[in-house]
């Protein structure tokens, strides 16, 4: 969900770029990074663990390795700090992720 | 190999400062940033910063980092955003990671200073993994800096400071927070903050915690319960609330294991936030080669982290022999540094500095003196005056500098409180924009009869107009009396002043308002005719059934009057007074109920 209007913060208008959630075609903005244009998609399971738990972004910063995904087929990408890329392909990360 | 005089290792207001002393010192001078923007957690701090006037207090932090670059010294200095430090080994040689191109690269650096900010606490219930579970930074940076809401409706745990904020961001971001559970019995955040949310409406449960979150894919509610003294469960008091978000703000923990790495002594500081690195009153750690600076020193708040910043600064300077008067320049920020950790929440990170440095603590230094800021208004004053209601050490004056009259006084402690002098108060109001923790609040006893004028700092949309009606609530957002919207003041830094009037009795306790439903009271529904408009035509002088009805032809829709016969008697009763059993109400003729014509003509033909 994007925040239409805000007292204090102007959101500048942004272009929507296309990107493949599971081989799915949806839509997030430049300036996004990978984890904000899923959450505004309303995806918040980012990977499921070995022992089946569900994961989503939790600090933001880079720092606590929660949001993890396969990004154009590298595991373990921290999505929170990647920037979203045209046409890039996000894949929910199972367990501690492959190449396959 | 990167070769630099001096590494910042964080580009966040440590970082920052600390590269504004080096490269106005000439030094060669290298920040690499993990995130591909720099200001750290600054970039989403909205709210205005509490502090002194000279030192950006009242200035919101979101503006603050674009402040301190300015003062870098470009020619000196070079940023690698989107890099992270990833490892320094044993031959003193640093490794960093680029993200973007996926390269290790080597750096080699005479000083380093480490200013790696902290990493958010977490806490054990059931599901806490449970996505929709996010730190209360995470939160921050998804609202304020993408501008994407993490939910709708958030239970936030903790009313420490940064709970508190992130509750009321949320609420300006247009979030529903459905409360705040708390373990201690009161806020650990500043009271203003809190204040500030209270009067909101929203709840606040403190000696509660949560005990699990549920949900299939992401979290659907929570379960809380109240603890006792020793932290026990007591049954009977669990409750379940429905969330989509549960945000936690249970503090924060240096993150600097990248200096431990080094070998250089750590210690645990409770205090302090965990494990801090040791280090001097001038950030330089057991190494000469390291500095460190911020929360990775220890957790306090951005203020102090940019003093910091700048002190490490200064210390790996004069290590390079870039400085030669170090003792006199470091004087000015340790001294304001003091300052800012006078106040009830600085304390904490005061004392644990004082164990570090070994310094004398005294007991004494943890309560303060308070003076009584109260004022008594005297009878018949009738020119508008404003309300501070500060009551709490906070190290903080922008009331002060605001005040064109010198009407407040802060004084050079800035953790005394505000005193108004209400003698030269002309209610000008200017206070109430500038004031972090919005608790100024202006009153006019003089607006109208019988009515008083409230004026309100306020920072969420929408804003009213001039002449709405909306609801009046007190300090802990409960609605307890209509009020009216006299005046809408606009801001340039976005606190804007909303005058709202309401009857004197409820003047002492009205300090919020929720907007009001627009639209209007329906009467006949057949015809869209409202009880405006049959009041403004009762106000005319048609107080008669017969009359209203030729007027604005009510009653004569489809229904024939069944919907608005009676609420109109009722309204021509309560205007004139008289007994309307016996007026007219109209004569009803047949059809009774609307019928095609086509009904009447013969063999039903058109």
């Not at chain 2, 600390?18 to 720099?38: F, S």
């Not at chain 2, 705040?180 to 909101?200: N, Q």
Request: charged residues 25%.
């Amino acid at each position: 969900m994007r925040i239409a209007k805000h007292p204090i913060l102007d959101f500048k208008k942004q272009k929507r770029i296309p990107f493949y959630y599971n081989g799915e075609k949806i839509f997030g903005m430049t300036g996004d990074t990978i984890a904000s244009a899923l959450h505004d998609n309303g995806i918040m399971v980012y990977r499921v663990t070995d022992k089946s738990r569900k994961r989503g972004f939790f600090c933001a910063i880079g720092k606590c390795s929660s949001c993890m995904m396969k990004v154009d087929g590298i595991p373990n990408i921290k999505t929170c700090v990647t920037e979203l890329k045209t046409g890039m392909h996000i894949e929910c990360q199972k367990g501690k992720g492959s190449y396959k | 190999m990167i070769r630099t005089d001096v590494l910042i290792i964080g580009g966040g207001p440590a970082g920052l400062g600390a590269a504004i002393e080096t490269t106005n010192r000439g030094l060669k001078t290298l920040l690499v940033e993990e995130n591909p923007i720099y200001g750290g957690q600054l970039i989403k701090q909205t709210h205005k910063f509490f502090g002194s006037h000279s030192h950006f207090a009242g200035t919101r932090g979101i503006y603050i980092q674009d402040e301190l670059l300015k003062e870098i010294k470009k020619e000196h200095f070079s940023m690698l955003p989107g890099h992270s430090a990833v490892g320094i080994y044993d031959d003193g040689v640093i490794g960093i990671y680029d993200s973007e191109k996926n390269r290790f690269k080597k750096v080699s650096a005479k000083k380093v200073i480490v200013a790696t900010g902290a990493s958010e606490k977490t806490i054990p219930f059931k599901n806490n993994d449970l996505p929709g579970i996010y730190g209360a930074g995470g939160v921050q940076t998804l609202m304020n800096v993408y501008g994407v809401l993490p939910g709708k409706k958030i239970l936030m745990i903790g009313a420490g400071n940064i709970g508190l904020i992130v509750s009321y961001q949320l609420i300006q971001a247009g979030a529903d927070v459905v409360g705040i559970v708390e373990a201690l019995p009161k806020a650990g955040g500043y009271d203003v903050h809190l204040a500030k949310i209270r009067r909101m409406g929203v709840p606040v449960f403190f000696k509660h915690t949560i005990v699990e979150a549920f949900g299939q894919d992401s979290v659907e509610g929570a379960l809380i319960v109240q603890i006792d003294n020793r932290w026990k469960h007591l049954n009977g008091t669990q409750m379940q609330l429905e969330c989509d978000t549960i945000c936690l703000a249970v503090g924060l923990t240096p993150s600097s294991e990248i200096l431990m790495q080094t070998g250089i002594k750590m210690t645990f500081s409770p205090s302090l936030g965990g494990y801090v690195p040791v280090h001097n009153e001038f950030m330089q750690t057991s190494s000469t080669d390291y500095f460190v600076a911020g929360d990775a020193a220890g957790i306090g708040e951005a203020t102090s982290a940019i003093i910091e910043g700048r002190l490490a600064g200064i210390s790996a300077s004069a290590s390079l022999g870039k400085e030669k008067n170090a003792e006199k320049v470091y004087k000015e920020h340790v001294d304001y540094i003091e300052k800012l950790r006078d106040g009830n929440t600085g304390i904490k990170v005061k004392k644990g500095k004082y164990e570090l440095w070994n310094k004398p603590w005294d007991t004494s230094m943890e309560t303060f003196e308070k003076k009584d800021n109260t004022i008594k208004i005297p009878k018949g004053r009738t020119k508008a005056y404003v309300s501070i209601e500060c009551y709490e050490d906070i190290p903080c004056n922008p009331c002060e500098i605001s005040c064109h009259f010198k009407a407040i006084t802060v004084g050079p402690n800035i953790t005394d409180l505000p005193m108004l002098d209400l003698d030269k108060c002309t209610g000008c109001m200017s206070c109430l924009t500038q004031c972090p923790g919005l608790a100024i609040f202006g009153i006019n006893k003089d607006l109208a009869p019988g009515r008083t004028g409230i004026t309100i700092p306020y920072e969420l949309l929408p804003l009213p107009e001039k002449g709405d009606t909306v609801w009046g609530a007190d300090r802990d957002g409960k609605i307890i009396c209509s009020a009216r919207v006299e005046a809408v003041r606009k801001n340039k830094n976005k606190t804007h002043l909303i005058t709202i009037s309401v009857e004197n009795e409820y003047a002492e306790n009205v300090r919020h308002f929720y907007p009001g439903a627009s639209g209007d009271v329906l009467i006949c529904r057949c015809l869209d005719i409202t009880a405006d408009e049959i009041n403004d035509a009762l106000d005319r002088g048609y107080t008669d059934f017969e009359e209203l009805k030729r007027y604005l032809r009510v009653t004569t829709g489809p229904c024939q009057g069944r919907g608005c016969r009676q609420l109109i008697m009722n309204m021509i009763r309560a205007k004139t007074g008289e007994d309307v059993s016996s007026h007219s109400t109209g004569t009803p003729r047949p059809p009774e109920s609307a019928l095609p014509f086509s009904a009447f003509t013969k063999g039903g033909k058109k």
